[in-house]
């Protein structure tokens, strides 16, 4: 059963960013959704509340061992000017799943998406209209627990926050160089790479800046044992056309199960591909470039949607996809997605909640 939701509203409104100068990240709406959960009481009432700072004890156990996870949707307007959220169920679910690899406390499924709604409705005009502009949401679970000991919290966190944003790649679908990490390690087998945490976010910022220094825009990471099998880009589940078939690595402990890799699978063999989970070696891709198999590269996720990938190097070699531009199956598939979540395409899949 869901719960009521209190709503606080803000005295002190912000003003809105220009609608063409959004970027990613840069400004926050008015509100946040909020829930507590303590080893004595349990989850606590939720609520939307203003924006504002989060008071933390010093000795706050996200602090000190790194109890945090979150999530990331969005929010689109729709041509008849209504707001609807993308798949807002798999992201809970995701959560719901994840917390416990943490020794964290899953937020109920139902409160979870009323709360998430509740916080939308409440920032409503926060969601901008402006083509590919959209209202990117961030659900957050941390450890507020104050105690010095390497134990799970008994205290925490469940917020929510957004931020208008605008298209990933204001001139439309950038194709990106790629360094092919070998040395350094994103996740191993057995740790949290299949949860959305925050430490998988910071292990993976010492290569990446590297690779930026280098001139290339991201990192591919690798098995961490034989540094020979694909896993992610950056921090995107990554795709790979091979001639008519469309691959993706399987999931396993060190691969998030991205919300948005679900929905191209899907939406791939709508658009006839035949679509395939197994895992994709550095080697493969070389020789896929020898024999003219090897068509497009391209990462995915919610904040880009896809990435195309033009130039994938490594050492003194590089690997060049689709004549280093956007191929046509990473565009078929991005334009897919995007007509879905803004209402210009049939949501035959049912992926769209109203708020």
């Known amino acids: 059963m869901t719960r ?38 349990g989850w606590g009432p939720p609520r939307v509340v203003p924006y504002g700072p989060i008071p933390l004890d010093p000795a706050a156990g996200v602090l000190h061992y790194g109890q945090a996870m979150f999530e990331g949707l969005k929010a689109f307007r729709q041509p008849n000017g209504s707001v609807k959220l993308f798949r807002p169920e798999a992201h809970v679910q ?45 659900p957050t679970l941390i450890a507020t627990d104050a105690f010095l000991g390497v134990r799970p919290a008994n205290k925490y966190l469940f917020f929510v926050i957004g931020s208008p944003v605008g298209a990933y790649y204001s001139g439309g679908l950038r194709p990106v160089r790629i360094w092919v990490e070998r040395s350094q390690t994103r996740a191993a087998k057995g740790g949290l790479g299949a949860v959305k945490a925050g430490a998988n976010y910071v292990a993976s910022l010492y290569a990446a800046n590297k690779a930026k ?86 990462g995915s996720g919610s904040a880009a949607v896809v990435s195309p990938v033009g130039e994938l190097a490594f050492g003194d070699n590089k690997i060049v996809t689709s004549k280093g531009e956007s191929g046509p199956v990473c565009q078929s598939l991005y334009d897919a997605i995007t007509q879905i979540q803004r209402g210009t395409r049939p949501d035959k899949h049912g992926w769209m909640m109203p708020v």
């Open 4 to 41: 009521a939701i209190a709503i606080t509203r803000t005295t002190a409104p912000k003003t809105k960013p220009d609608p063409n100068d959004l970027g990613f990240g840069r400004f926050f709406s008015d509100h946040q959704g909020q829930m507590e959960w303590t080893a004595e009481g």
């Open 94 to 138: 995701r959560m719901i799943v994840g917390a416990p690899r943490l020794c964290m406390p899953s937020p109920p499924a139902d409160t979870m998406l009323e709360l998430l709604k509740a916080f939308v409705q409440t920032d409503l005009d926060w969601v901008p209209s402006a083509p590919m502009t959209s209202l990117y949401v961030r």
């Open 213 to 298: 220094k280098e001139g290339y825009d991201q990192v591919l990471w690798l098995d961490s044992v034989k540094h020979e099998t694909i896993e992610e880009v950056g921090t995107m589940n990554l795709f790979v056309v091979f001639g008519d078939e469309l691959v993706t690595p399987p999931l396993s402990d060190s691969i998030l199960a991205g919300v948005t890799r679900d929905s191209i699978m899907a939406l791939g063999q709508d658009l006839g591909l035949k679509v395939s989970e197994r895992p994709i070696t550095v080697q493969e891709l070389v020789d896929g470039e020898k024999s003219g198999r090897l068509k497009e590269v391209f």
